[in-house]
T-cell receptor
Framework: ETGVTQSPTHLIKTRGQQVTLRCSSQ?????VSWYQQALGQGPQFIFQ???????GRGNFPPRFSGLQFPNYSSELNVNALELDDSALYLC????????????FGPGTRLTVT | GDSVTQMEGPVTLSEEAFLTINCTYT??????LFWYVQYPGEGLQLLLK?????DKGSNKGFEATYRKETTSFHLEKGSVQVSDSAVYFC????????????FGKGTKLTVNP
């Protein structure tokens, strides 16, 4: 059973650019949640996807968008990058939206200069 | 809104010392409560959980009791090891909607031999 994987591990972008981060959920999991973890802070919920549909969104602007594919892998897209978008982006998968356990990937470290 | 407050770190202990990390919460509904641990360079791992008042979660020698009257979920361990060095996050989840996790800011624990 493979765990949650994320790519790339690290990424450096320039302000105003666009970025796509990828997540492969744990085998059999149909729900993916994305979190942003700024340095020294706890993770903050961005949004969740359940069976390819958005199932809830945190307090993030529309330039943060996502997709979930039929194999339940997911993408997080961020347009018009700002310096404050520099953070660790975590993906978590679970089986259903009512699962008590979300399995987290190692994250993608995004630096915006 | 829902929020979690953790004791400020960092916390530095000697091996075999007693550990307490305080966590209090504010929630509009009846939350489930969690402790997650993040080792260097890794994603978050669920350490323990409690889903209703007076429940005690336990794992790997760590314990936390869901105290509704004091809205607290303090993490304790009787004898810490060097391998327990990590960042610990308290989190809550209120049922309904996206089942998102709300995290505290984290407490960094360093255990010295």
């Amino acid at each position: 059973e493979t765990g949650v994987t994320q790519s790339p591990t690290h990424l450096i972008k320039t302000r105003g650019q666009q970025v796509t981060l990828r997540c492969s959920s744990q085998s059999g999991h149909n729900t993916v949640s994305w979190y942003q973890q700024a340095l020294g802070q706890g993770p903050q919920f961005i949004f969740q996807y359940y069976r390819e549909e958005e199932n809830g969104r945190g307090n993030f602007p529309p330039r943060f968008s996502g997709l979930q594919f039929p194999n339940y892998s997911s993408e997080l897209n961020v347009n018009a990058l700002e310096l404050d978008d520099s953070a660790l982006y975590l993906c978590a998968s679970s089986l259903g939206t009512d699962s008590y356990e979300q399995y987290f990937g190692p994250g993608t470290r995004l630096t915006v200069t | 809104g829902d929020s979690v407050t953790q004791m400020e770190g960092p916390v530095t202990l000697s091996e075999e010392a007693f550990l307490t990390i305080n966590c209090t919460y504010t929630a509009t509904g009846y939350p489930s409560l969690f402790w997650y641990v993040q080792y260097p360079g890794e994603g978050l791992q669920l350490l323990l959980k409690a889903t209703k008042a007076d429940d005690k979660g336990s794992n790997k020698g760590f314990e936390a009791t869901y105290r509704k009257e004091t809205t607290s979920f303090h993490l304790e361990k009787g004898s810490v090891q060097v391998s327990d060095s990590a960042v610990y996050f308290c989190a809550l989840r209120v049922q309904g909607g996206s089942e998102k996790l709300v995290f505290g800011k984290g407490t960094k624990l360093t255990v010295n031999p």
